[in-house]
């Protein structure tokens, strides 16, 4: 077994770094569960709820994005 | 009108291409492409040495030429729109083809607005939403193209490069294989312009100014109290000193807008080259797989530029509002 430890480090970061997309998971889940709920009760609101949950969705998965960037940004040995 | 049966020719031009493309996939093997968060060079001596006097080098680089499609682009379809709404209210007020299709788009675009920022707004911050959404869809959209990211210059690599085959006439295709010394790498002619960060930048920069004008045509200086809030300072000294640091805060807040705009677009994009990169590498001569990735990059490029859009929306309707002890908004 050879290798370079800081090559084998960053691959390491690289998944540690990926850790803060579970609280994105768990955002989305959320927001989804909320705007389904409403949409059940009452399904009049069905184009509104929609557009108003994928926005949150889109936030909650900015947030797993970062973290994807930073990965990449350790994976592609750019800093 | 008595509508004719239509022979629906074309979708069969679809279909052929879509065997054709799973065909020439297994003949020759897709090859995972050089993955750089830079856009690459496409000459490699700068165009100018010092680009308006204090800018630095001005290379040629591959999203250039296709911000020029680009825009090229949208104001063909712009004129065609133009035109065709003028051949119709010469006519008889119907509008057909492209004006059809624009004018329902910017209708459903401008109702979203009025709901939002309601109708005093809604004719100054319309524009705005209109233009970013309509750009970055077509930005994000435009490297679907087949061709896009795949077809470009091929230099020697620095590092680990792949070996090519000579096609003839100066063309060369690059092989699967790997190679420690003398391999080769492409730097292809398009490459999706939200794939750079200086694109998102840009639009994430003109889009932060365009809210703080929003909200001073709104409020007039008092817009600035929102940042440097004195108005209880003196009143209630505690609470006024607890307000003036939120308000400092509230400065932070605004900047990390930039950040979130830049980097959840750019982001968004630069994970779909990567997953389609990965995933056409995993499989080698498979290549049905990578073709379902890009249908979800469609899905993910039409909800970022919905998003890029509709947050711009509604911060410039938050700041036109004004601010008392609402509640406000995470990003």
């Known amino acids: ?79 | 009108m008595e509508t004719q049966k239509r022979t629906p020719w074309r979708r069969w031009i679809v279909l052929v291409l879509m065997v054709a493309g799973f065909i020439l996939g297994g003949i020759y093997a897709p090859v995972q492409p050089e993955i750089t968060v830079a856009a690459e060079k496409l000459i490699e001596e700068p165009l100018t040495e010092n680009f308006l006097g204090f800018a630095g080098p001005f290379y040629l680089v591959n999203t250039l030429p296709t911000l020029a499609v680009t825009i090229v682009l949208l104001l063909v379809i712009g004129f065609a729109a133009n035109r065709s709404l003028k051949k119709s209210q010469q006519t008889d007020l119907v509008p057909r083809g492209i004006g059809n299709v624009m004018e329902a788009i910017l209708e459903m675009l401008y109702n979203m607005t009025e709901g939002s920022a309601g109708t005093k707004w809604a004719k100054a911050i319309f524009p705005w939403f209109a233009t970013i959404m309509i750009y970055v869809l077509f930005a994000n959209l435009l490297k679907l193209i087949p061709g896009f990211e795949s077809i470009g210059v091929i230099h020697h690599a620095h590092g680990e490069g792949h070996a090519i085959a000579e096609l003839g006439g100066g063309w060369a295709n690059i092989l699967p294989e790997k190679l420690e010394h003398d391999g080769y790498i492409l730097a292809p002619f398009f490459r999706g312009i939200s794939v750079d960060l200086n694109f998102t930048l840009s639009l994430a920069l003109i889009s932060f100014f365009a809210i703080q004008v929003m909200g001073v045509r709104a409020q007039g200086l008092g817009y600035f109290s929102k940042f440097f809030n004195t108005k209880r300072m003196f009143k209630v000294p505690f609470f006024g000193a607890m307000d003036f640091l939120v308000g400092l805060l509230e400065i932070i807040s605004e900047f990390a807008k930039i950040l979130s705009f830049t980097f959840r677009l750019f982001g968004n994009m630069f994970a779909g080259v990567v997953l389609v990169a990965v995933v056409a590498s995993l499989l080698g001569k498979i290549s049905i797989l990578p073709a379902m990735i890009m249908m979800f990059e469609l899905f993910v490029g039409l909800i970022q530029a919905f998003v890029f859009g509709m947050l711009t929306m509604v911060f410039m309707a938050m700041a036109t509002q004004g601010h008392g002890d609402e509640e406000h908004a995470e990003h």
């Open chain 1, 1 to 79: 077994m050879d290798g370079n430890i800081l090559d084998a480090m960053r691959f390491v970061g690289a998944g540690l770094a990926m850790i803060g997309a579970a609280g994105a998971g768990v955002g989305i889940g959320l927001s989804v569960q909320g705007a389904l709920g409403g949409m059940a009760r009452n399904p009049d609101t069905y184009g509104n709820l929609l557009t108003n949950m994928i926005l949150g969705v889109a936030f909650s998965e900015s947030i797993a994005i970062y973290c994807l960037v930073i990965a990449f940004l350790m994976l592609f040995k750019v800093v």
